[in-house]
Nanobody
Framework: QVQLVESGGGLVQAGGSLRLSCAAS????????MGWFRQAPGKEREFVAA????????YYSDSVKGRFTISRDNAKNTVYLQMNSLKPEDTAVYYC????????????????????WGQGTQVTVSS
């Protein structure tokens, strides 16, 4: 059974940085695309960033591009989200997810292309 466990969330002031980690167990981590999504109170879940199974390709939402960086370490079965220049509107619960085997390219932006999800980690950015 695949399990995804996020960590690294917390409270930070605007302009600060956080690094989220997502440790995966079960399955073959290196064969699947991985993504980060977030959901703020009263809002729908939205795509944040994704990375191909090789790590060669990354995708970002317009709202985080240039501020957030997704990366993966297949040897450690871990995906990361480095978040810089944080803004109050980045406040949300952040979820990592593992994509379906068939999900490639821009399809990694779509939540329905993901099969397994973590429990989420809270990120709060104060103004």
């Amino acid at each position: 059974q695949v399990q995804l466990v996020e960590s690294g969330g917390g409270l930070v002031q605007a302009g600060g940085s956080l690094r989220l980690s997502c440790a995966a167990s079960g399955g073959t981590f290196s064969s699947y695309g991985m993504g980060w999504f977030r959901q703020a109170p009263g809002k729908e879940r939205e795509f944040v960033a994704a990375i191909s199974w090789t790590g060669d390709f990354t995708y970002y939402s317009d709202s985080v591009k240039g501020r957030f960086t997704i990366s993966r370490d297949n040897a450690k079965n871990t995906v990361y989200l480095q978040m810089n220049s944080l803004k109050p509107e980045d406040t949300a619960v952040y979820y990592c997810a593992r994509a379906h085997w068939t999900a490639r390219g821009s399809r990694l932006r779509i939540g329905d292309e993901y099969e397994y999800w973590g429990q989420g980690t809270q990120v709060t950015v104060s103004s």
